[in-house]
């Protein structure tokens, strides 16, 4: 489930391991705008253990929620996150910690809805904020990360001329900046689309398929969206 409550089924074509799976959301509205992870219980601690170097700083409640402040040794870079049952909604902010009142000010104007599929989140409506943007991200072992945006963001992703005919649609293949004119699958990002969805396919470096079964692997792939 999407943070905006849109179910995704996404259709792989082998039994090779989901290692990870997160979604982002980007909130706007006025002069307002703020991005949004969401990850499976305990991706805080993973994230500032693995991912960007972060100590805690502050604990407090919000609506009767935890949330928890990290912050980098550097003062650079701030980690807040709010934990439910299943899940945690994270942002990230340049610079030292805001003040405790603003971040319950933040995730106090936030609809928050947890269950094992998903987290479901949108700005309150007295905030008239909006979802500029969101996506679910899966990672899939020995394969890649597909990234498939929502709904209402998927033709910004689909090229505009005719791809390569898929058993679910058709596939693109896009160079990758600074990479044009390269032989190697991994210098390219990958768009399939079908009928109901659309993925990015950003091929794992360490991959041990060959660039026959990679594709192979690529044309069975099928994102379909069902809203409501």
Known sequence: MAPSGDRLSLRLTDDAPVRAVASNVR????????????????????VRKH?????????????GRETVVAASPDGNTTIVTLKERYHEL????????????????????????????GLRV???????????????????????????????????IVPGHRGKSTRHGELWRVPLPGRSGSASEHDYLYVVAGKK?????????GSSLGTSALLDWMDGIDAAWATG
Not at 29 to 41: D, E, L, M
Not at 123 to 147: C, K, N, S, W, Y
């Open 122 to 156: 949108r700005p309150e409506r007295f905030t008239q904020g909006d979802t500029a943007l969101e996506q679910l991200a899966v990672v899939v072992a020995d394969r890649g990360t597909i990234v498939v945006p929502g709904p209402r963001q998927t033709r910004r």
């Open 90 to 117: 994270m942002t990230v902010f340049t610079g030292p910690p805001p003040s405790r009142r603003t971040l319950i000010g933040l995730f106090g104007t936030l609809e928050i809805e947890d269950h094992p599929r």
């Open 51 to 63: 991912v960007i170097e972060a100590a805690p700083t502050d604990r407090f409640v919000v609506k």
């Open 27 to 46: 909130f706007v509205g006025g002069a307002y705008s703020r991005a949004f992870q969401i990850g499976k219980r305990g991706h805080h601690d993973f």
């Open 197 to 205: 969805g659309a993925a990015e396919v950003r091929i794992d470096p």
